[in-house]
C-alpha cells in the first residue's frame, strides 16, 4: 500500500525557512517523479514543484520559484522541499503527492494527509 | 497567463447528472493536457477521481467519468448522491513539468 507522509510544517515569521519531508512506502520511489502541492485556508489547491526519480530535474511554479528547492534521498525514500524567504502567501497544507508513473506528464494519483505550515509575525 | 476555468459552483438533484467542465483561457483542452479530476471533502486531503482524460482511479465507482467535449475536459456523475456533495478540483498539464489546477467547483446536492 502506498503511503505518504508529510512533517515538517509549524510557524514561521515572514522571511524565515522551513524544510518540509515526506516519508514514501509502499512503491518503488526512485523510479517515480513526485511532487509538492499545497493549499491555503480556504483555497483551491497549487501545484508547487515536481521532481524527477533521479532527482536531476526539478519543476517549480512561478510562485515559489527562486526561494523554494525540492529534492530527494532515494536511499531514504525521502522527499524534500526547503522554503526559503517566506511569505504571509505561502501559509498552506502542503501536500506531497505521487504521479501515476514516472514521466513528468503522469498526474498525480496518489496523495499524502499534508503538513501545514502558517507564515506569520 | 495561463488560467484553467472551472465553474464556481453546480446544484444537482438527488439521482441527476453533475457535468462538471475544465477550460483553458488560451484555446481547447486535448488528450495532450491529461487531465485528471480530483475530490475533496473539508479537511480532507484531495482524492483522486479521474486521470489522464478517462481513467477511473482504483475504488472510484463508475458513476464517475471523463471525457473531452466541445474543447474542454468534462468531469461527468450520473446519478449524484449526498456523499458527492463538495469540492471537485481539475488538473492540466501545462508543459515543461509544469501543471495547473483550475479554481474548483463546490456541488451542492439537494
Known amino acids: 500500500e502506498v503511503q505518504l507522509l508529510e512533517s515538517g510544517g509549524g510557524l514561521v515569521q515572514p522571511g524565515g525557512s522551513l524544510r518540509l519531508s515526506c516519508a514514501a512506502s509502499g512503491f518503488t520511489f526512485y523510479s517515480n517523479v513526485m511532487t509538492w502541492v499545497r493549499q491555503a485556508p480556504g483555497k483551491g489547491l497549487e501545484w508547487v514543484a515536481a521532481?524527477?526519480?533521479?532527482?536531476?530535474?526539478?519543476y517549480y511554479s512561478h510562485s515559489v520559484k527562486g526561494r523554494f528547492t525540492i529534492s530527494r534521498d532515494n536511499s531514504r525514500n525521502t522527499l524534500y522541499v526547503q522554503m526559503n524567504g517566506l511569505r504571509a502567501e505561502d501559509t498552506a497544507v502542503y501536500y506531497c503527492?505521487?504521479?501515476?508513473?514516472?514521466?513528468?506528464?503522469?498526474?498525480?494519483?496518489?496523495w499524502g494527509r499534508g503538513t501545514m505550515v502558517a507564515v506569520s509575525s | 497567463q495561463t488560467v484553467v476555468t472551472q465553474e464556481p459552483s453546480f446544484s444537482v438533484s438527488p439521482g441527476g447528472t453533475v457535468t462538471l467542465t475544465c477550460g483553458l483561457n488560451?484555446?481547447?483542452?486535448?488528450?495532450?493536457?491529461?487531465p485528471s479530476w480530483y475530490q475533496q471533502t473539508p479537511g480532507q486531503p484531495p482524492r483522486t477521481l479521474i486521470y489522464?482524460?478517462?481513467t477511473r482511479s482504483s475504488g472510484v465507482p463508475a458513476r464517475f467519468s471523463g471525457s473531452i467535449r466541445g474543447g474542454r475536459a468534462v468531469l461527468t456523475i450520473t446519478g449524484a448522491q449526498a456523499v458527492d456533495e463538495c469540492d471537485y478540483y481539475c488538473?492540466?498539464?501545462?508543459?515543461?513539468?509544469?501543471?495547473?489546477f483550475g479554481g474548483g467547483t463546490k456541488v451542492t446536492v439537494l
Open positions: 488538473v492540466l498539464y501545462i508543459g515543461s513539468g509544469v501543471w495547473m
Open positions: 488560451s484555446g481547447s483542452v486535448s488528450t495532450g493536457y491529461y
Open positions: 489522464s482524460t478517462n
Open positions: 503527492a505521487k504521479p501515476s508513473g514516472s514521466y513528468f506528464s503522469d498526474a498525480i494519483h496518489m
Open positions: 521532481i524527477s526519480g533521479s532527482g536531476v530535474t526539478t
